[in-house]
T-cell receptor, first 112, second 116 residues
Framework: QKEVEQDPGPLSVPEGAIVSLNCTYSNSAFQYFMWYRQYSRKGPELLMY????GNKEDGRFTAQVDKSSKYISLFIRDSQPSDSATYLC????????????FGKGTKLSVIP | NAGVMQNPRHLVRRRGQEARLRCSPMKGHSHVYWYRQLPEEGLKFMVY????????ESGMPKERFSAEFPKEGPSILRIQQVVRGDSAAYFC??????????????FGEGSRLTVL
């Protein structure tokens, strides 16, 4: 079993839809949970991160962590064509941990 | 304020040749990390360096791979005698310190190595 599982998609939605992206993990030591956005042929860009369980909202993006289920989600409201990218979840056991464990990424296309 | 700069962006090598990938961290950052993204795989940590020191190379393959971050100049990831399985995107990231929050880690645009 991989440490982090993420459905690679691709996922295609119409503009304005609510998008739900998910990851599951097996290592209970993970405390920080991150979502990165990666445009084609570009580097990962941090969208947001959460510590432990709970929700965090930033504009149209909401991150949720359920440590009891080892399940994290990223919701995108009112999706835009500019949101078309690959979304990577990543996790680490501590704030200063540089050994992030990444999912494979989910490729999202938002159709105008 | 320039971000993490990597070059070359694309590199093609034949089997048995050497590949050198360079990374200049963001201004003010003294910590450099290399990650590798194999096709259809997630990014995987390779090595963590500070100036003139390798701090953690636990993710580096035992043979043919080496990394350095000299006192002057960029960090270099060197792959000797490349094989087809080395074809991947190699990402460099930098941070101002190791004790910071995840938001302090910034990635470059990557160097894509193709081995023929």
């Amino acid at each position: 079993q991989k440490e982090v599982e993420q459905d690679p998609g691709p996922l295609s939605v119409p503009e304005g839809a609510i998008v739900s992206l998910n990851c599951t993990y097996s290592n209970s030591a993970f405390q920080y949970f991150m979502w990165y956005r990666q445009y084609s042929r570009k580097g990962p860009e941090l969208l947001m991160y959460t510590y432990s369980s709970g929700n965090k909202e930033d504009g149209r993006f909401t991150a949720q962590v359920d440590k009891s289920s080892k399940y994290i989600s990223l919701f995108i409201r009112d999706s835009q064509p500019s949101d078309s990218a690959t979304y990577l979840c990543a996790m680490s056991p501590g704030a200063g941990s540089y050994q992030l464990t990444f999912g494979k990424g989910t490729k999202l296309s938002v159709i105008p | 304020n320039a971000g993490v700069m990597q070059n070359p962006r694309h590199l093609v090598r034949r089997r048995g040749q050497e590949a050198r990938l360079r990374c200049s961290p963001m201004k003010g950052h003294s910590h450099v990390y290399w990650y590798r993204q194999l096709p259809e795989e997630g990014l995987k940590f390779m090595v963590y360096l500070q100036k003139e020191n390798i701090i953690d190379e636990s993710g580096m393959p035992k043979e043919r791979f080496s990394a350095e971050f000299p006192k002057e100049g960029p960090s270099i990831l060197r792959i000797q005698q490349v094989v087809r399985g080395d074809s991947a995107a190699y990402f460099c990231a930098s941070s101002p310190r190791t004790s910071g929050a995840p938001g302090e880690l910034f990635f470059g645009e990557g160097s894509r190595l193709t081995v023929l």
